[in-house]
């Protein structure tokens, strides 16, 4: 069996790398963490956890840095693009917190990823190697060896591929094509809370719905900043153009939109594109002594807001086995996949119901929609949801060896 002190390899250090090489580290693994970008966590848009998260931030130490940085919004809103009447509304105050224990909030990602990475440099264990892109990676039995895009080979005792939708992990363990397109892309955008018009809402997380299309916002940094993302079906979501037609398609897109929804896309700075996607879900991500997480295993609409999430999720999850195997990673890899899949493939699952059936929808299906929303209470609201955010029995000890 592997001692500690032989590096956990983990590639990609965004907030599923940086979590588990957190996790690991304070429980004493010798962790590296590849990643490809000159910096650690610079891109930077709002993000929203629910409640489910904080029991890993607990794991993790850093539940009080979270909250010091965070928002948290009186209520998520969903309205509709045209009326700007209320579809639904989950209240996120006094009673959510009653029901669910620990609060929703929202944050900047960069402050998240700091408290993660400042967290990691506490140990002296965990190494954070910027400007190195994994390439492809050798599992030769007792090690695994990683080579790079510069041709440096580097070496460990275990792999854990968590370098995102695009991995090249993943790519190379199960030889599949690209992920799902979905014919959507979102535009995302961070503008001064001062410069809104004032019929916005501003302290709560609003989705407005609409054909083909939807807008989310919410606060950022003690009400300072206002996050705003615009996502929305294109015949050119797999192309790249310059801004002018960016924002030409956007007008079209949103031509019949409530006059608030307009301003807001006024205010969107169009330079950078993501396009959505996501995959199936699957049972096994992980090969002898190299594994996934994030959305390198699971990737999934954001509908739920919980990609992140589930990432932190699975990170805290993987460090726990890893130490219970006391590395035996195969064994550790196989519970953790059994711990993870089901779990991330209802987020997968609900994820696009919820865009098809929910966020997109037009005509009689959309107005069928709005009444059968309009019956729910609070109650039901927090029914639906309390799979996800009950959260995640974290495991506290091995299964069979299979
Ligand atoms: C518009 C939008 C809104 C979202 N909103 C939310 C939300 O509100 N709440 C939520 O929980 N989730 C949200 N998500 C999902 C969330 O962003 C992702 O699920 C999450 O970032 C996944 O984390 P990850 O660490 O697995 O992957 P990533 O964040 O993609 O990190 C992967 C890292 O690996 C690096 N990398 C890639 N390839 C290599 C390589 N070959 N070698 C070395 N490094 C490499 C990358 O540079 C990157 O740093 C949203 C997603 C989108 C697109």
């Known amino acids: 069996m592997a001692g500690k002190d032989d590096p956990i390899l983990v590639i990609g250090g965004g907030l599923g790398g940086a979590a588990a090489a957190l996790a690991l580290g304070r429980k004493g693994w010798r962790v590296r963490v590849l990643e490809q970008a000159p910096e650690f966590g610079v891109i930077g848009y709002g993000i929203q956890l629910g409640p489910n998260v904080f029991s890993m931030f607990d794991r993790l130490g850093v539940t009080d840095a979270v909250l010091a940085h965070a928002i948290v919004p009186n209520a998520i809103l969903m309205i509709d693009s045209v009326d700007a009447g209320v579809i639904a509304r989950i209240p996120t105050g006094q ?14 990602r960069v402050d998240l990823h700091r408290i993660l990475l400042d967290a990691c440099k506490t140990l002296a264990n965990v190494e954070l190697v910027p400007l190195t892109g994994a390439a492809s990676y050798e599992d030769l039995g007792d090690r695994v060896r990683v080579h790079a895009n510069d041709n440096r080979t580097i070496e460990g005792a275990a792999l ?27 535009h995302r955008t961070i503008v001064p809370m001062a410069e809104l018009r004032a019929d916005v809402h501003r302290n ?9 299309f939807h807008i989310v916002h919410y606060p950022l940094r003690g009400g300072s900043l206002f996050n705003i993302v615009a996502v ?32 807001l896309l006024a205010m969107m700075d169009l330079e950078r594109r993501w396009v959505i996607s996501d995959r199936d879900p699957i049972r096994h991500w992980s090969q002898g002594r190299v594994t996934l997480l994030g959305d390198a295993a699971h990737p999934t609409l954001q509908s739920l807001a ?49 865009w098809d059936n929910f966020y997109h929808l037009g005509g009689i299906e959309r107005e069928v929609m709005r009444q059968a929303w309009a019956g729910r209470n609070e109650q039901q609201m927090f029914e639906c949801l309390a799979w996800l955010y009950d959260g995640f029995a974290l495991p506290d000890r091995l299964g069979e060896a299979a």
């Open 95 to 108: 009673s959510f917190r009653a029901r669910f224990q620990r609060p929703y909030i929202v944050i900047h």
């Open 160 to 186: 854990i591929g968590a370098d995102g939708l695009r991995s090249t992990i993943r790519t190379q363990m199960l030889s599949e094509g690209e992920p799902r397109m979905t014919g959507y892309v979102a």
């Open 204 to 212: 709560e997380v609003v989705l407005w719905s609409g054909p083909g």
């Open 232 to 263: 929305f079906r294109t015949s050119t979501y797999a192309e790249k153009g310059d801004m002018a037609g960016y924002r030409a398609e956007l007008d079209r897109t949103y031509r019949d939109s409530h006059p608030a929804m307009k301003a």
């Open 306 to 354: 919980q990609g992140a999430c589930m990432a932190i999720e699975d990170a805290v999850c993987l460090a726990e086995l890893i130490d219970l195997a006391g590395g035996d990673f195969a064994r550790a890899f196989r519970q953790y996949e059994t711990a993870r899949y089901l779990r991330t493939a209802r987020v997968q699952y609900e994820s696009r119901y919820l």
